[in-house]
């Protein structure tokens, strides 16, 4: 069942999400050569908590932490610990926090001083190819929409996107109906209806779309040729004349 939100309930996920892009600003601003990524989660779950909210990913089916910190060649669900981040490593943050009971769920990629010319335009086609999804989130789209409109915009720049994983409903709760694959059809899947709040996530590889879940761990996802991934995702409300962008980069980029 895919649950719509009232005006007054999509007024208290964006302040989830406003205090979500903070964090993930906050975090951004320590991720430099030399530090670890079990340091980057350490301060952001301290922002998180100090600001009266939860991490929701900590303890989430026995996730141990509360970001998904995800160098390179891992796509998506690294663990955060004794990994020194390094010059020219990508960078994904990804949180969920919850704020007075209601959810959001962001993440952003982030180069690490001079990132490869290839790297670079990986994360560019990522974020493009989010908007470019947040394009089609109007009531009267259906999902499809949405996921052949990031497939189109990573495929044609040269990249695939991964099939394992995909967005999802969101606000209530971390993982809500529908699910919003970055790959398929136009004109299919779930109909979009003004009060759905979905997280649109491309997770986007360099080379073959194929990717591994690490053994020891369950949760590490990352490419099988072991090239680069990124992932950039927003949290945003359907309405009638188009998204309605909840969560924000603005405190990334507007530094
Ligand atoms: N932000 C991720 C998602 O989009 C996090 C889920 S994995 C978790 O679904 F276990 F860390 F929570
Ligand atoms: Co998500």
Do not use: Q, R
């Given at each position: 069942m895919i649950l719509l939100k009232t005006k007054e309930e999509i007024a208290l996920i964006r302040d989830a999400a406003l205090l979500l892009g903070k964090t993930l600003a906050e975090v951004g601003r320590h991720i430099h050569p030399g530090v670890t990524t079990a340091f980057l989660n350490q301060i952001g779950e301290q922002y998180i908590r100090d600001h009266g909210a939860i991490p929701l990913c900590k303890g989430y089916e026995g996730f141990p932490s509360a970001f998904c910190i995800s160098v390179n060649d891992v796509v998506v669900h690294g663990i955060p610990g004794e990994r020194f981040i390094k010059e020219g490593d990508n960078v994904s943050?990804?949180?969920?926090?919850?704020?007075?009971?209601?959810?959001?769920?962001?993440?952003?990629?982030?180069?690490?001083g001079e990132v490869s010319p290839e790297v670079s335009r990986l994360m560019k086609v990522t974020k493009e190819a989010l908007y470019i999804g947040l394009d089609k989130c109007k009531a009267g789209n259906r999902v499809g929409d949405i996921s052949h409109a990031i497939q189109m915009h990573c495929e044609k720049n040269g990249y695939s996107v991964v099939r394992e994983l995909c967005g999802h409903g969101v606000g209530?709760?971390?993982?809500?109906?529908?699910?919003?694959?970055?790959?398929?059809?136009?004109?299919?899947?779930?109909?979009?209806?003004?009060?759905?709040?979905?997280?649109?996530?491309?997770?986007?590889?360099?080379?073959?779309?194929?990717?591994?879940?690490?053994?020891?761990?369950?949760?590490?996802?990352?490419?099988?040729?072991?090239?680069?991934?990124?992932?950039?995702?927003?949290t945003v409300a359907i309405t009638a004349n188009g998204p309605d962008i909840l969560t924000t980069f603005d405190f990334i980029e507007n530094k």
């Open positions: 943050l990804d949180c969920v926090i919850s704020l007075n009971g209601y959810v959001a769920d962001s993440a952003y990629t982030f180069g690490v209530l709760k971390m993982h809500e109906s529908p699910n919003v694959p970055n790959y398929g059809t136009p004109g299919t899947g779930p109909l979009l209806k003004e009060g759905m709040v979905i997280a649109v996530e491309p997770m986007v590889c360099m080379g073959s779309k194929n990717v591994k879940f690490s053994k020891s761990d369950g949760w590490t996802c990352s490419t099988k040729d072991g090239k680069p991934a990124a992932h950039f995702e927003h």
